[in-house]
Structures are given as structure tokens and as C-alpha cells.
């Protein structure tokens, strides 16, 4: 089981600009998948991005494609999206997901983080 703890969320103005970070710990394999997912109030888990974590293979939601960016650091073991020219509508909680392959779909990410929040202020 990989542990994953989220960090980086915070209150922003439309426009702006934030980076969410992803400490991982326990074994990812190369061919495993890490993303981002998100929830707003009232609403289903929303697939975010996704990297393949040795390729790097990316995949992107539509809503966020171009706003959006997954990355990542293996030495460092640590996933990031660098979110830029956020919309009141991407205000939810991010969620540090993995999987064992790429897909769109919550359930099939094992291992989730407990959250971080983004509000994006209009």
C-alpha cells in the first residue's frame, strides 16, 4: 500500500496561479499510474490528471487540459499539478490517487490521500 499526503491547497483569486504537492511513501512500480482526482460539495470524485510514473505518460481531464500540469520527481518521490489561470468551478478537495493503470475512473485508484482543499475565489 503507498501512503500519500497532500499539501499546497489554499484560498485563491480567479486567474491565479497554484502548485499542489504529493509526498508518496511505500513502493510505486515504475508502470504505475498517479494522479489527481477532485470532489466539490454535492458532486462525484472528478478525474484530474494522470502520469505514468517512470514513462511519464500524461493524461488530462478536458476541463483542466491546458490550465493544468501533472509532474513529478522520483528521487523525490513526490507527484505535483501546477495549476495555473484557475476558475471558481475548480474550487473542490485534490486528491493524491494511484493506480496500477491509467483510467478515468475513481474506482480503480487504490490508494488515495486524505485531501487538500482549493477555493478559487471570483
Known amino acids: 500500500q503507498v501512503q500519500l499526503v497532500e499539501s499546497g491547497g489554499g484560498l485563491v483569486q480567479a486567474g491565479d496561479s497554484l502548485r499542489l504537492s504529493c509526498t508518496t511513501s511505500g513502493r510505486i512500480s515504475d508502470n504505475d499510474v498517479a494522479g489527481w482526482f477532485r470532489q466539490a460539495p454535492g458532486e462525484e470524485r472528478e478525474f484530474v490528471a494522470a502520469?505514468?510514473?517512470?514513462?511519464?505518460?500524461?493524461a488530462y481531464a478536458d476541463s483542466v487540459k491546458g490550465r493544468f500540469a501533472i509532474s513529478k520527481d522520483n528521487p523525490k518521490k513526490t507527484l505535483y499539478v501546477h495549476m495555473r489561470t484557475l476558475k471558481p468551478e475548480d474550487t473542490a478537495t485534490y486528491y493524491c490517487?494511484?493506480?496500477?493503470?491509467?483510467?478515468?475512473?475513481?474506482?480503480?485508484?487504490?490508494?488515495w490521500g486524505q485531501g487538500t482543499q482549493v477555493t478559487v475565489a471570483s
Open positions: 502520469i505514468r510514473w517512470s514513462a511519464g505518460t500524461t
Open positions: 490517487v494511484t493506480a496500477n493503470a491509467f483510467s478515468t475512473q475513481a474506482t480503480e485508484y487504490n490508494s
